[in-house]
């Protein structure tokens, strides 16, 4: 049970480079996010899909689209990065369980525009 | 919008002191969750409160609601290395479940011996 993955861990990309970053859970979850921290800002959220085939803006989701491809993956895709988003990418899943919706994390994907 | 504010943002603590975070919210907590970070790692659960005065403990780590359900309060018995990192709390943002969290900016925290 290998939980929240996400691929790749780092990446550096040059300003104007588009890259898609991917997301994958084996937990049978219907919703899935994609957050991203900066320091001093904690998480903010940017896209999230409550179902297979749904998906909604969070907080900061300018620059950013997403697909969830099927109920295990989420990919978030940048079409042309910029210095602003050079941050820690977070993907989460989470379902009801005895009435605790406890989300789960990746590992995060640490991403560097210049 | 839902808004959680963390104190103190860092914290420096001996060995085997006790510390306290809080994390108070501009709404009604529905569901308040904490998790910690390593520096450098994904996010790790650690507790969920959803009752008014509803208090819960693992190890050395114990989180309380407080019974207006806006504010938390966790704390950490006897500080140990393996409790340094960010402490994040969390709530549900929509009150129904499977909604996303609302999050705190952390509290660091850093255990010198």
């Known amino acids: 049970n290998a939980g929240v993955t996400q691929t790749p861990k780092f990446q550096v990309l040059k300003t104007g480079q588009s890259m898609t970053l991917q997301c994958a859970q084996d937990?049978?979850?219907?919703?899935m996010y994609w957050y991203r921290q900066d320091p001093g800002m904690g998480l903010r959220l940017i896209y999230y899909?409550?179902?297979?085939?749904?998906?909604d803006k969070g907080e900061v989701p300018n620059g950013y689209n997403v697909s969830r491809l099927n109920k295990r993956e989420f990919s978030l895709r940048l079409e042309s990065a910029a210095p602003s988003q050079t941050s820690v990418y977070f993907c989460?899943?989470?379902?009801?369980?005895?009435?605790?919706?406890?989300?789960?994390f990746g590992p995060g994907t640490r991403l560097t525009v210049t | 919008s839902q808004e959680l504010e963390q104190s103190p943002q860092s914290l420096i603590v001996q060995e085997g002191k006790n510390l306290t975070i809080n994390c108070t919210s501009s709404k009604t907590l529905y569901g308040l969750y904490w998790y910690k970070q390593k520096y450098g790692e994904g996010l790790i659960f650690l507790m969920m409160l959803q009752k008014g005065g509803e208090e819960k403990s693992h190890e050395k780590i114990t989180a309380k609601l407080d019974e207006k359900k806006q504010q938390s309060s966790l704390h950490i018995t006897a500080s140990q290395p393996s409790h340094a990192g960010i402490y994040l709390c969390g709530a549900d943002s929509g009150g129904s479940g499977n909604t996303p969290l609302v999050f705190g900016k952390g509290t660091r925290l850093s255990v010198i011996a």
């Open positions: 937990m049978n979850h219907n919703s």
């Open positions: 989460a899943s989470s379902a009801v369980q005895d009435a605790s919706y406890e989300q789960y």
């Open positions: 899909s409550a179902s297979e085939g749904t998906t």
